[in-house]
């Protein structure tokens, strides 16, 4: 842990010499020049730091910066607490570098940039097909759902894959709104939850409704469901409201779904 006065950051061992050698306390996560805000939404500012250090090395981080809030928990440890069910579950996601408060509430979490992934919506936009990644995706999320989590923003553009060969290495991303799957009264709504913010996410690619209806099978099959027929009309049903719910954020907030730079 770096404490600096009233501030905390809480850095992972193996990224403290590097931190230092940036320069980067609490205070300077919201101020240093080298760190790039390519998002800013009203509760957070999503941000890159791109540094050479005197060994040569590059790193490139991922940084959100989270507004001041009254809670007793800030997004930052929502978002930390996430990221560690994932790791619990052995669900393969980015890297923590370090997360921290400072005093007049603000709160930042830092992942280290997944290097050689891609988001499957991007790959999939330039023409890597689908099938690729559709036994993969479908997987994770069944394994996701399989460890009684549920994600909650479960789109496509958080699958980070990498092409390797004839396969796909798959991480999951963004694990601000991951929590443990509820009891069993609405363990169900929260899943299809989940499974229609991917099929939603699907709908304006090049995708097609057989590759949606075979995606949902083999995630049935993953999850021990004796058919995916008994997921499938729920699931459109949700896709649509979420649809209707995105276009309303899109039009309040215009970038909010803009991509991470590359």
Not at 38 to 53: F, H, I, M, Q, V
């Given at each position: ?80 607490r996430g990221h560690r069910l994932l790791e619990r579950e052995a669900i393969p996601t980015a890297t923590l570098v370090g997360y921290g408060h ?161």
């Amino acid at each position: 842990m770096i404490d600096i006065a009233s501030n905390s950051f809480y850095v992972a061992p193996g990224f403290q010499p590097a931190l230092r050698e940036i320069g980067l306390d609490a205070e300077a996560v919201f101020s240093h020049p080298d760190i790039h805000v390519w998002r800013k939404l009203p509760d957070r500012e999503n941000c890159t730091l791109d540094a050479t250090l005197v060994d040569g090395q590059k790193i490139r981080w991922h940084i959100k910066r989270y507004s001041a809030t009254r809670r007793k928990t800030s997004p930052a440890d929502d978002e930390v607490r996430g990221h560690r069910l994932l790791e619990r579950e052995a669900i393969p996601t980015a890297t923590l570098v370090g997360y921290g408060h400072i005093s007049d509430g603000r709160s930042f979490v830092i992942f280290e940039d997944l290097a050689g992934y891609q988001p499957a919506d991007k790959l999939i936009e330039r023409r890597t097909p689908f099938e690729r990644l559709l036994r993969p995706t479908a997987d994770l999320a069944a394994q996701l759902h399989r460890a009684a989590l549920h994600h909650r923003d479960l789109y496509l553009c958080h699958f980070m894959a990498k092409l390797t060969g004839d396969g796909v290495d798959l991480k999951l991303i963004d694990p601000a709104r991951v929590r443990r799957l509820p009891g069993m009264l609405t363990r169900r709504r929260w899943i299809i939850k989940d499974v229609a913010q991917f099929w939603y996410s699907t709908l304006s690619l090049a995708i097609t409704d057989a590759q949606r209806d075979a995606w949902l099978t083999r995630y049935a099959e993953q999850r021990g469901l004796v058919s995916a027929a008994t997921l499938q009309p729920a699931v459109r049903r949700k896709a649509r409201q979420i649809a209707r719910h995105d276009a309303k954020l899109r039009r309040k907030q215009p970038r909010r779904n803009i991509s991470i730079p590359r």
